[in-house]
């Protein structure tokens, strides 16, 4: 499903990433962990499409995104601006540390967002979609409600839904219960192997939470820019 190869990235002077290589199959919750300043997301960015690297390749859903040019240090896009926004919107999720949702939308809207940007289906089914995710997550009750009227927990649950709605290949989180007390970010982590379960739903996720760490199929070690073995 994800193929990265000797992934490269500084800013300025200042390596941040020195030759990464990860593979990701489908269905895999995978973690990455390490100190501050290791990578994590920088990484994730990259596998995001978010940012490019200097040098290296990215496969995802068998779609190249960047390759090495010609073994010169610049990566280069294989797809335009426009095309890698497209596959970015139908390919993969995001989850942050803080939700960032819409505060003038409702929960169902803001979870309709990406849907919105497409041009496929109507606005009955995307709307059917969103209102089912909402219930699947336990918030059938809150579909009209601003995030200012939502708990913490429901926020992020809503920005779960949001990185779902596309029904994304990979959902990528960074620090995702990061801003939540214990209960909410245990009851978060087991919704996410919910998911897991009933979607075989993959997930790559960089956190500091060592449950969380243990529970994954996978927990990779990043430090200084390497995935240390």
Known sequence: MLVARNIHKSYGSIPILNGIDLEVTKGEVVAIVGPSGAGKS?????????????RGSLLIENQSIYQLDSGVSAAKHILSERQLALFRNEHLGFVFQFHNLLPEFTALENVCMPAWLQEKGSNAEKEARATELLHYLGLGHRLNHRPSQLSGGEQQRTAVAR????????????????????????ELHRLFFNLRKDFNQTFIIVTHNEKLAEAADRKINMVDGRISV
Not at 42 to 54: A, E, S, V
Not at 164 to 180: F, Q, T, Y
């Open 163 to 186: 990185a779902l709605m596309n029904k994304p290949s990979i959902v990528l989180a960074d620090e995702p219960s990061g801003n939540l007390d214990s209960h909410n970010a245990e």
């Open 42 to 54: 920088t990484l994730l960015q990259i596998i995001g499409t978010l940012d490019k690297p200097d």
